[in-house]
Structures are given as C-alpha cells and as structure tokens.
C-alpha cells in the first residue's frame, strides 16, 4: 500500500526565512507521481507542483524548490525567502499510475504541514 | 479559481438524514473524485468517476454512494448520517483520457457538512 509522511505537523518561522517542507513516500510502483498541494486558511486545495517518477530533477517556480531523490524516497518543498502569504497547510500526495494495474487512481495524501510565517 | 464547482459550500443536517453534495468538473475533464478531509482521518480519497463509470474505489462507506451523469456534473450521497460524518467534501476533476499518465487533480472549493 501506498503510503505519505509528512513528519512535521506545524513549522513556524520568520518573514524572510527559507524554509523546507519534509515529504517522504512508499509505493510498490514503479511509475507513480507526486504532489504538493496548499491550503490556504479559506480552505481551497491549491494545486503547486506534479512530479512523475521518472524525472528526478529539480523543479524551481520563482520562491518554491522541489528536491526529488528517488534513493531516500523524498520529494522536499522549499520556499525562499518566505512570506506571510505563504502561510497555510502544505500536502504532498502520491498517485499511482493510471494503468499500472494495482491500487486507486485516487490521491494518497499525507497529513500536511502547517506552516506559519510570522511578520 | 481552478474551475471545479462545488454546492452547497455548508450544509448542516442531523443525524440519520439523507444529503446530497454536488460537483461540476472543470470544462473539458472527464474524471471526477470525491474526497473527505477531517481532523481524525486527514485528507481520504473516496472515489473515482470517468465518463460516467466508477472508475476506483477508496475508503468510502458503504452509506455513501457517488454518481456522475451525462453532462459530466457528479453528485455525492451520504445517508444515515452520523456526528463522524462531519468533514469538509472535496471534489476534485481531472482529464484523465483512456491513454497517457495520471493528470493533475483540480479541486474544487469544498462542502462544509456538519452533523448534530
């Protein structure tokens, strides 16, 4: 079974400050792909980033990095330079493939971060 | 905005009664699904929807049954309500076609329901 941890439950930091969000999965796949998602305090689930297991570069969107290194099996997100905006809850999830013929096509998620920036 | 819509955004019942939440997909997607957020179990999937066919299952309770009709539109049926039904109800759609890789999943706003 397919599985998601996200072992920080609340990070708090300084405006300004970098910070990384931890993300660590399983699955039995080979092909599988991978998630972050925000929620911001209105409650909307904010799409950010997709990642198939076959591309392990990293991926930069202005202040977000993500580092994805199949060999620990982690997919961490770094904001840069952070901003209270940038506060809410942050999930990464974990899909199999459509067709690899075992599991849901549904999200696993993990049970998120909650990240606050403080002025 | 990402184009999923979702009614109604709360919804309050009592236990035992019956509701109905609603999902329109984004313009052009085919797949739809169902998702339950609480404080206890996170962020659950529950089904699957493509073209009108249950496409994959989750931890959905046999109290709770889905739909998605021609125009694409799903609808969520709950029944039997009880207090631990309480959650936020995500709807979510993606492309999804018959070939290719998994698509992104766009979610809608969500459906508040509380349970007394």
């Known amino acids: 079974a397919q599985k998601v941890t996200q072992a920080q439950t609340e990070i708090s930091v300084v405006e300004k400050e970098d910070v990384t969000l931890d993300c660590v999965y399983e699955t039995r796949d080979t092909t599988y792909y991978l998630f972050w998602y925000k929620q911001p305090p209105s409650g909307e689930l904010v799409f950010l980033i997709r990642r198939n297991s076959f591309d392990e570069q990293n991926e930069i969107s202005g202040r977000y990095s993500w580092n994805f290194q199949k060999s620990t099996s982690s997919f961490n997100f770094t904001i840069t330079a952070s901003q209270v905006v940038d506060s809410a809850v942050y999930f990464c999830a974990l899909s199999e493939a459509l067709f690899s013929g075992g599991g849901a096509d549904g999200l696993t998620f993990g049970k998120g971060t909650h990240l606050i920036i403080q002025p | 905005d990402s184009g999923v819509t979702q009614t109604p955004k709360h919804l309050i019942t009592a236990t035992g009664q019956r509701v109905t939440l609603r999902c329109s997909p984004r313009?052009?997607?085919?797949?739809v699904y169902w998702y339950q957020q609480s404080l206890d179990q996170g962020l659950q999937f529950l089904i699957q929807y493509y073209n009108g066919e249950e496409r994959a299952k989750g931890n959905i309770l046999e109290r709770f049954s889905a739909q998605q009709f021609p125009d694409l539109h799903s609808e969520l049926n709950l029944s039997s309500l009880e207090l631990g039904d309480s959650a936020l109800y995500f709807c979510?759609?993606?492309?999804?076609?018959?070939?290719?890789?998994?698509?992104?999943?766009?979610f809608g706003p969500g459906t508040r329901l509380t349970v007394l």
């Open positions: 979510a759609s993606s492309a999804t076609g018959t070939s290719g890789p998994t698509d992104t999943q766009y």
């Open positions: 313009s052009g997607d085919l797949s």
